[in-house]
């Protein structure tokens, strides 16, 4: 009985399989029980047991076993669809998976990665809806799919699951970061409610951002707007796809401003100030990837400084 115990919490620690302690620790101990040595003690008065212990832990073991070997024979295929040669083979493996543990998310989104990459978009598409379908509450799907509908140059269906995704999970850098980075994409103008935080997950201030495009070839649009009004701001994706250190500045605007640069996570990486937004550029100390523009001392007001947050505040 001890060496049975002993063997299952030295599996539960290495492998996912033995993460079912009410289904392996029973099959563990009944095994144990089974061929372990017995001595029948004779009761003095007491009849013997109508259905022996021995077949009651039998039958035990048996449904066990019989709970957890298809999981386990899902696992198995899942693995050798990772050793395969190509993805058509990995895609087979993947199917017999499924039909061993058919509510297994992850199943379905190896098969989404596999279809995509064999150029089967309608598959792909219905094995993430699956996987949403079996795990509602898992932001990962979401992602995936958004990802998917981004690397098809859809960024309105991008941005639709990407939100969705952080509904789940607000405080995730990257999915902010993929949410701010596709709203710059839309062409039609549209509010975008953003949130900061401290470290401790505190909420310091919100703004209300317009979105401007930075691109050379849009040079009207670099102009940003004339005055701010309050809790109003401008987001500037200088560099969606990469860091930048390039001087920001700004063209026909007529009060100083204070101008925030977001870093690769999502957080601020340093917080200057524009007193003559016509003629001053402002030279960055570390790289960013967008900017954000608001009102003289909105930042110090709002104790928002280097290392807070960005998180989009998408249900305002």
């Known amino acids: 009985m001890v060496a049975a115990v002993t063997y ?10 033995w993460q079912l302690p009410a289904v392996t620790l029973p099959v563990m101990v009944y095994l144990a029980m089974l061929v372990g040595p017995w001595r029948q003690v004779e009761p003095a008065t ?23 070997a298809p999981l386990y024979i899902a696992d198995r ?11 058509g083979e990995a895609l087979a493996a993947v199917e017999r998976a499924q039909r061993f543990n058919p509510v297994d998310p992850e199943l379905f989104e190896e098969e989404a990665e596999l279809a995509m990459q064999l150029g089967d978009w309608e598959r792909a598409e219905d094995a993430y809806q699956n996987a ?35 509904a ?8 902010n970061l993929q949410v701010l980075k596709l709203w710059a994409q839309i062409p039609v103008q549209r509010s975008l409610p953003v949130r900061f935080i401290n470290e401790g ?3 310091l201030g919100q703004l209300n951002l317009t979105v401007a495009d930075s691109a050379p070839e849009s040079e009207s649009r670099l102009q940003g707007p004339v005055t701010l009004s309050a ?23 007529t009060a100083p401003l204070d101008v925030a640069f977001v870093g690769v996570k999502g957080k601020v990486t340093e917080i200057k100030s524009i007193d003559q937004p016509n003629e ?33 505040a998408i249900s305002s």
């Open 201 to 203: 997950g505190a909420e």
């Open 77 to 87: 295929y899942l693995e050798q669809s990772y050793s395969a040669a190509g993805p």
């Open 132 to 166: 949403i379908r079996l795990s509602p509450q898992d932001p990962r799907p979401y992602a995936l799919l958004a990802e998917a509908h981004e690397q098809r140059d859809d960024p309105d269906a991008a941005l639709l699951f990407y939100r969705e995704a952080l």
């Open 8 to 17: 299952w919490f030295v599996h539960s620690s290495v492998d996912w399989f």
């Open 168 to 175: 789940l999970n607000p405080l995730d850098r990257i999915l």
């Open 280 to 312: 001053e550029q402002v030279i960055p100390e570390r790289p960013y990837r967008l900017v954000i523009v608001a009102n003289r001392q909105f930042f110090e007001r709002n104790n928002i400084s280097p290392k807070s947050q960005v998180v989009a």
């Open 231 to 253: 809790g109003a701001g401008v987001l500037f994706f200088q560099s969606p796809s990469t860091d930048t250190t390039d001087p920001f500045w700004l063209k026909n605007t």
């Open 46 to 68: 007491a009849p013997p047991p109508r259905w022996p212990l021995r077949l009651v832990g039998v039958g035990v073991a048996v449904l066990a076993i019989a709970a957890v």
